[in-house]
Each structure stands twice: as structure tokens, then as C-alpha cells.
């Protein structure tokens, strides 16, 4: 077996394994009866399989470990649900980059196919770093006022809040790890990113 087909044979395989760990995690919020469980969980599950439906219907090039990191990432967030972010203090703190990682990536890719496509657009590297941990932390500012937007009206309907949202000081750490996440795509994405968004650029020429 080459390598690279080894290499998406693992990919599958954590992408899959990841999958049944967040099958579990709704399994136990059902079973708990927890509200915030069951809908994180739930929504991590159809957000673990985007990575592969944009690459068989939408014929998007991505790298083959893609759907596998989206999983894993999504999983985590999962289980924090349970009980880990309230008991491990830095669970938030990786959930955070992990997932700015991924917002930061899809940035990196769009941004860089455009450049392949148009000639008109020339966004030298250091300008694309800036913007993608730029990108990361207002997606993650829309994130905190959604959370916090969603909290109150469920309090204001008379439900439970499906989202937990732990105060000011909390919701600057986690725009602070989110723009960890996106120096993180903007320090490494050349290496992982910049085929696959040059492969999708070329595919618009078309």
C-alpha cells in the first residue's frame, strides 16, 4: 500500500472512530437527560461529515486528513459537554483553537483559490497570515454574541440554555485561543493548504 493511501486509510479510520465516540456522547446525554448534550452532540455528528460531502458532491479538493481533524475536533467539543470543561480548565482553551484552526482554514483555502483564479488578486503571504487570524477572531466574536444571543432567549422562552456562557473574562480567553488557532493555519496552512486552494482555484478558471 502507498503511502499516501495508507494515509487516507488512517484518515477514515480516526474519521470514523471519532464518529462513534460522538454517537456515545449522545448516548449518555439521552440517557442523563441532558438537553446541551444531546444537541452538541447531535450537531457535531452532521459537522463531522461536511469535510466529506464537499469533496464528493461539491468536488472540493481537500487534504486527506481533513475530515478526520474536523471529527476529532468536533468530538472534544462533544465531550466538554459532559462534564470536562467545567472540571478541566484548559478543555475550552483547545476546543477554542482547534476549531478557529478550522474556520481559519476554510479562510486560507477561499482566499488563496481566488488568487489562483483571478490575476487581478495578489495577496503577498504575510497580508493572507493577517487576514486569515483576522478572519478567525471575528468568526469567533459572531460565535460569542450568537452564544450569548441564544442563552437569553431560551432563558426568555422558559428553556434550558443549550450553550453555557461563563463570563467576560472567559469570552476574551476564548478570542484569544481563536486567534491562536488562526496564527497556527497562518503560520503552517502553505504547507498543508496551499495545493489543495491552488487545485480549487484552478478549478474555477473553468
Do not use: C, K
Amino acid at each position: 500500500m502507498s503511502r499516501y493511501r495508507r494515509m487516507r486509510a488512517d484518515a477514515v479510520f480516526v474519521t470514523r472512530a471519532a464518529r462513534v465516540g460522538l454517537v456515545a456522547v449522545l448516548v449518555v446525554g439521552a440517557f442523563t437527560r441532558n438537553v446541551s448534550v444531546v444537541v452538541n452532540a447531535t450537531g457535531a455528528l452532521a459537522v463531522s461529515y461536511l469535510p466529506g460531502v464537499l469533496q464528493r458532491d461539491l468536488q472540493v479538493p481537500l487534504p486527506p486528513w481533513t475530515a478526520a481533524y474536523v471529527a476529532v475536533a468536533v468530538l472534544l467539543h462533544a465531550v466538554g459537554m459532559v462534564a470536562l470543561y467545567d472540571d478541566v480548565p484548559w478543555w475550552d482553551h483547545l476546543t477554542h483553537v482547534l476549531s478557529a484552526s478550522i474556520v481559519a482554514g476554510v479562510a486560507y483555502l477561499v482566499v488563496t483559490a481566488f488568487d489562483e483564479h483571478d490575476d487581478r488578486i495578489a495577496l503577498p503571504q504575510p497580508y493572507l497570515g493577517a487576514y486569515v487570524v483576522a478572519f478567525a477572531v471575528a468568526a469567533g466574536v459572531v460565535w460569542e454574541v450568537g452564544e450569548e444571543g441564544m442563552r437569553q432567549l431560551a432563558l426568555a422562552a422558559g428553556f434550558e440554555p443549550v450553550l453555557v456562557v461563563y463570563g467576560l473574562e472567559d469570552t476574551i480567553l476564548d478570542l484569544v485561543f481563536d486567534a491562536a488557532g488562526g496564527l497556527v493555519v497562518a503560520a503552517f496552512g502553505h504547507v498543508r493548504l496551499q495545493e489543495p486552494a491552488r487545485e480549487l482555484g484552478r478549478r474555477l478558471r473553468r
